[in-house]
Nanobody, 117 residues
Framework: QVQLVESGGGLVQAGGSLRLSCAAS????????MGWYRQAPGKQRELVGI???????NYAESVKGRFAISRDNAKNTVHLQMNGLKPEDTAVYYC???????????RGPGTQVTVSS
């Protein structure tokens, strides 16, 4: 079973940046898909973006041009660089991964990101 642990959340002012990281462990296969979900209070969970093992990325329209996902296959880590943060980006962010497919089925416990106006 894949275990995912996020780090790097916190409080930032609008227009600022944060970098989230996630370490994956407890599996013996390649994680083809890694990425990030987020969920704000009272809202549905949103898939923020994903990256495949080959480096192909895809992002939600709401974060395109501001967020960037990267991964290190050798270290089984994935990162989310968030720039130009807005108050509406406030949410709990969850690392996600899957052996094969979308949407990624495994999630971490989450890390809070709060953007103040």
């Amino acid at each position: 079973q894949v275990q995912l642990v996020e780090s790097g959340g916190g409080l930032v002012q609008a227009g600022g940046s944060l970098r989230l990281s996630c370490a994956a462990s407890g599996f013996g296969f390649r994680l083809n898909v890694m990425g990030w979900y987020r969920q704000a209070p009272g809202k549905q969970r949103e898939l923020v973006g994903i990256i495949t093992s080959g480096g192909t990325t895809n992002y939600a329209e709401s974060v395109k041009g501001r967020f960037a996902i990267s991964r290190d296959n050798a270290k089984n880590t994935v990162h989310l660089q968030m720039n130009g943060l807005k108050p509406e980006d406030t949410a709990v962010y969850y690392c996600a991964a899957d052996q094969c497919c979308l949407p990624p089925r495994s999630r971490g416990p989450g890390t809070q990101v709060t953007v103040s106006s």
